[in-house]
Structure formats: structure tokens, C-alpha cells
């Protein structure tokens, strides 16, 4: 719907007409009136004027992506951390400090986003159909604010958990038609796309996009040996801990790309930190690297941090340990925001996921007016990290192992014969993922409503000068302009610069681009268009 004021209905209304005459009284009004419009229309194409009048000089921005994360999950944590700790019922975490409204997150074509539009509204400010890569509804590739900070001279990174060619971090690097293009999105990570290489630091997993196809472990589309041809364009590789903790800053390390795992890195719960490090010490080394690669400039830098707390399998003690580490990292940045002025933190998700609820009717009778955050406590593992083990172990003895398995993974005693002998059949991992989070979900006495996203407006977070300007409620578009204002950015020339030639770089010259889950990989794994 078109909301914009029709001119000869305002004139209609204010009493312009050719032939009346106007009186004194009548003139002063209509001069009083048309001042409040100048106002208004002043006051609606600066909503963020205030950004122009502080200055400190070097801008950064950290864009900090909860993917999937939705306000239940912060009372969720909340809960878990008074009742872990301890803590008095008035204990804020590290986002609750930082709340100034709330994101609404539809997209072009649906009431429920995806990750792919939800990510693309953040860094093009456009809205977009599901599935989208930084492309517009009429699938044409949109300039966005990690380009344009780049063409500015800032530097740029990009940090995740998940696999870096999946919807979010793909939609800050990449412009495809269609998310499961990850074979192209990571040729466009690397700088083989019409601007160049726009990505300074990349640091998550999905090694397995950046393989030749007959390699062990790859799941390109084709023979390119990304790794290979990366080093070529500059970039330092890595993809162990030990490389990782090597990395100093003012050494030169930029441009880098490490990947630690093929697929999405571990869960939090199941994180050997031998082998991976956390999310917050990749934003810290992250932090540490772009600073001291712009030290000597007067331009600062751009870095989204995603963290993947999406419950699509809806378990609650995995979901709420992604969501304590992402707590973590939000401590340390809005430490690194208060030491660097100029810089600004923005925390917002692209969606809720699950329909999460804190509280389940268990009986018919009377519903209880509680949840119990005890039984999460004794969860060790994840129930993607358990499902694995009950799809590789058929020995005679295999109702014992299942009991041990739930009673070492899941902390439960008292699980039903009923669990045990339909456990005891064969079934996908998917299944055995979801029905052992039943199982947990049901102790805690905790709903879901789905496997997939819901449309529910999820909470901003800001920290930083000029974030006041963020309170209230937003479109999810408005995150990308106030980047845009706070960074003077020019996303539309970039746009023009994509588009120049009608490149079709962004396009699928066949149906084999549309890689196919090779991996049951369990950061989204409910149908192509509603991962993550
Ligand atoms: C690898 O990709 C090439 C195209 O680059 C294709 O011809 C070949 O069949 C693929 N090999 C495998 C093992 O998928
Ligand atoms: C489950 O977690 C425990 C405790 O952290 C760990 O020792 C064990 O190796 C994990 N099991 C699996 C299958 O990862
Ligand atoms: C379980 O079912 C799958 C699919 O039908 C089958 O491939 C697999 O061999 C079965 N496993 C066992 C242990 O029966
Ligand atoms: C979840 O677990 C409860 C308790 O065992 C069971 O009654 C319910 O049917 C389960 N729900 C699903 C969707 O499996
Ligand atoms: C751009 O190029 C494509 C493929 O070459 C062609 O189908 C399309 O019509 C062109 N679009 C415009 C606006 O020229
Ligand atoms: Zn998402």
C-alpha cells in the first residue's frame, strides 16, 4: 500500500482551492499548516540527522548478528543464568543493559524471513524475497554496507560459527539468487566477482565450499581449489587453533581467511576448545587484527559477528549454551565499544526460531504456572552430538547403550520404556535429534511451535554514540541505513557499479549450482528455504 500523500488531496484538505478566496485567519493557518508539513517531511527524510553533529573521527561499526535468536531466548537465559549462579531476580545480562527497541523482520515475500532476505535487509537496507543473497526482488545484486565501507577505505571482516557461505556472512560478501549457491558464494568470497575481493578478515567454518570436488571432505560444485586460488589473490589461510593463536596483530596477517571446520563449527556444548576457539575469542582476535590493520588510518572498520543460536531441532540446553556464549562475546564488545570511541555495536536478530516458549502444559489437568530450568543443567552434549551415536551403534546390546547414552548425554533416569523401544528403531538422525529435545524440553517443561522461524519482532540491542537514534520499533531495513548514515556510505553506487556491465555473475548457469545438503548439518536443516 502506498502511504504517501496524495498532492492535490493535501491541498484538497488544507483548503487550497482555485477559487476560494482565502481570509486573513484562513491565510495564517494555511501558513502555519504548510510549516508543520515542511517539518514533518524534514523530520522524515533525516530520521537520522542527529548522526551528523557527533564526530570523534574514526568510525567502527560491529554488526552483531544473533541468527535466529528471539526475545523468549533472553528470558530463557536469563532464567538458566539466575538459576546456574544463583543470581537475584533483578541480575540484567550483558543485553538486557544494552535494549533500545525492537526489529521487526518480515521480508519481500513472506510474513516469516528467512536468513538469506533477513541478512540481506541488514546489509543492502532493502527488503527481498526468501532466499535472496544480496539481491533485490527482481534478483539484480544490491550494493552493500561491507562494499561500500571497503570502497571507502575501511577495513572489513567477517567472524561466524557457522559455515561463512550460509545465508548470513554470504549476504555481506556475495550476491546470488538463491542461498544454496555455496559453491558460487564462496568464489565470491574470495574476491572473483565484479568488485574485487571486499572481505579484509574471514574467520567461521565451511572449508568443505573452499575444496576441489574430488577431495576428501568437499562439497563444491566443481574442481576449484579455492584455498589454492585464495593464497594467490593475498589472502593468509589457516585452519587449526594453533594457526589461530599464532596470529598477532601488526603482522601482517590481513587479508586472512581461516576455516576451522568443512561444515558449521561445534555447537558451544560440544566445543572441544582444543581443536576450536569460541566466538568471543574470534571477535577478539578479530577486533585486535582490523584495529591494528587501520591504526594508521583515518578510517576504522566494518565487522559482522554472527552467532548461531537458531534452535531449528528445538533443543533447549544446546540452544541456551549458544546463547551464554553469545553473552559472552557481547561482554567483551561492548568493553571494546566503551575503550574506542567512534565505534558503535549493534546486536539484532534476523528472526525468531521455534515458536520457543517458557512454559508447556505436561497434563491435561490444569496447566502449572512454571518451568523448570534443572533438568537442562544435566544436559552434556547436544542432542546432533547423541543422535550421531544412536544412528552408528547396532550391536545386540543396543538398548543398554541407549539408556546410556540418555543417561550420561541427556542427564535423565526416569526416561519411559515407550522412549527406549522407539529409540531402539531406525530412524534419520533428524528424528532421533528431535525426539531426544523433546525429551529435555519436556522435563524443562519448555514449548516450541515449530522447527522452522516465526514472524515475531525480535529485540535491538545498541551501545555506542548516536544509538539513542535507534529506540523504538524498526523495520529491519533501518539497521542497514543507520549503518549506511553513521558510516556516510553510498550503497546505490555500489549497486550501479554490480550492475554495470548486466553482469550475471549472481545468476545459476545450471541446476548442479544448487548444492544439495550433503551434510545433515545441523546449524538448519528443515527444507532449503527455511535453514538458519
Ligand atoms: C568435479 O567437477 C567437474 C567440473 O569442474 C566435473 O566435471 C566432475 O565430474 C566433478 N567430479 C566429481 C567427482 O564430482
Ligand atoms: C558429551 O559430553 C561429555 C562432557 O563434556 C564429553 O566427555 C563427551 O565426550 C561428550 N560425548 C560426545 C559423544 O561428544
Ligand atoms: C536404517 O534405514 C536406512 C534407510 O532405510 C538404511 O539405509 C539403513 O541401512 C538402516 N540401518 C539399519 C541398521 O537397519
Ligand atoms: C515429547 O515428549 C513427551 C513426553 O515423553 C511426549 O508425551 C510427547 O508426545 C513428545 N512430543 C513429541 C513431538 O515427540
Ligand atoms: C541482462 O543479460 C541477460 C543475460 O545475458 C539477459 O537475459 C537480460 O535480458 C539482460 N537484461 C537487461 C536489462 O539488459
Ligand atoms: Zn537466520
Redesign the pocket.
Known amino acids: 500500500m502506498d502511504n504517501r500523500l496524495d498532492p492535490a488531496e493535501t491541498e484538497r484538505l488544507l483548503g487550497f482551492g482555485p477559487e476560494r478566496r482565502k481570509t486573513r485567519k484562513e491565510l495564517c493557518f494555511i501558513c502555519f499548516a504548510a510549516l508543520i508539513i515542511v517539518c514533518i517531511v524534514i523530520g522524515s527524510i533525516s530520521v537520522w540527522a542527529s548522526l551528523s553533529y557527533v564526530d570523534s573521527g574514526k568510525r567502527n561499526v560491529i554488526l552483531m548478528i544473533s541468527d535466529g535468536f528471539g526475545p523468549t531466548s533472553e528470558t530463557f537465559a536469563r532464567n538458566y543464568k539466575q538459576y546456574v549462579n544463583k543470581l537475584e531476580y533483578n541480575y540484567v545480562t550483558p543485553l538486557d543493559e544494552i535494549l533500545v527497541g525492537s526489529s521487526r523482520t518480515r521480508s519481500f515475500d513472506s510474513l516469516i524471513t528467512d536468513s538469506a532476505a533477513g541478512a540481506t535487509a541488514f546489509s543492502c537496507g532493502i527488503k527481498t524475497y526468501n532466499g535472496a543473497i544480496g539481491v533485490n526482488p527482481k534478483k539484480e545484486p544490491c550494493g552493500n554496507i561491507l562494499e561500500s565501507a571497503k570502497y571507502l577505505g575501511l577495513a572489513t571482516g567477517l567472524v561466524v560459527t557457522s559455515r561463512i557461505t550460509d545465508a548470513t556472512p554470504a549476504s555481506f560478501s556475495a550476491h546470488v539468487i538463491h542461498r544454496n549457491m555455496e559453491s558460487d558464494i564462496a568464489v565470491q568470497q574470495i574476491g572473483d566477482n565484479p568488485l574485487g575481493r571486499q572481505v579484509d578478515l574471514i574467520i567461521g567454518g565451511g572449508r568443505c565450499f573452499f575444496l576441489p570436488n574430488h577431495t576428501a571432505g568437499s562439497c563444491r560444485i566443481d574442481e576449484r581449489d579455492l584455498v589454492v586460488e585464495s593464497k594467490k589473490r593475498g589472502f593468509k589461510f589457516f585452519s587449526t587453533r594453533k594457526e589461530f593463536d599464532d596470529l598477532e596483530p601488526g603482522k601482517n596477517n590481513l587479508p586472512l581467511l581461516g576455516l576451522f571446520t568443512l561444515d558449521d563449527m561445534s555447537y558451544e556444548i560440544?566445543r572441544d576448545p582444543a581443536q576450536e576457539p569460541s566466538l568471543k575469542e574470534m571477535s577478539e582476535k578479530a577486533l585486535k587484527l582490523l584495529e591494528s590493520a587501520t591504526a594508521n588510518s583515518d578510517k576504522g572498520f566494518f565487522l559482522m559477528i554472527e552467532g548461531n543460536v537458531a534452535a531449528h531441532i528445538n533443543d533447549p540446553a544446546t540452544h541456551v549454551h549458544e546463547i551464554l556464549a553469545y553473552h559472552d562475546t557481547i561482554s567483551f564488545v561492548k568493553k571494546y565499544v566503551d575503550e574506542h570511541p567512534g565505534t558503535v555495536m549493534i546486536s539484532v536478530s534476523d528472526h525468531e526460531t521455534g515458536g520457543l516458549s517458557l512454559a508447556r502444559q505436561v497434563t491435561s489437568e490444569y496447566p502449572e504456572y512454571l518451568w523448570y530450568p534443572e533438568p537442562l543443567t544435566r544436559v552434556?552434549?547436544s542432542s546432533y552430538?547423541?543422535s550421531?551415536?544412536l544412528l552408528n551403534y547396532w550391536q545386540e546390546d543396543r538398548t543398554e547403550y541407549i539408556k546410556g547414552v540418555i543417561r550420561?548425554?541427556l542427564g535423565i533416569e526416569d526416561f519411559e520404556d515407550y522412549a527406549i523401544s522407539w529409540l531402539n528403531k531406525n530412524h534419520t538422525q533428524m528424528e532421533y535429534e528431535i525426539f531426544l529435545a523433546n525429551m529435555t524440553s519436556f522435563k524443562a517443561q519448555i514449548g516450541w511451535a515449530t522447527h522452522g522461524h516465526s514472524a515475531v519482532d525480535v529485540n535491538l540491542y545498541a551501545h555506542g554514540q548516536n544509538t539513542e537514534v535507534l529506540r523504538g520499533n524498526h523495520e529491519n531495513t533501518d539497521i542497514g541505513d543507520f549503518i549506511t548514515e553513521y558510516l556516510n556510505l553510498d550503497l546505490d553506487f555500489i549497486t550501479l557499479k554490480l550492475n554495470k556491465n548486466n553482469n550475471t555473475f549472481h545468476q545459476a548457469t545450471d541446476s548442479t549450482h544448487f548444492h544439495v545438503d550433503k551434510f545433515n548439518h545441523h546449524h538448519g536443516i528443515m527444507s532449503d528455504d527455511s535453514k538458519n
Open positions: 560440544d552434556k552434549n552430538v547423541l550421531q551415536l550420561s548425554g
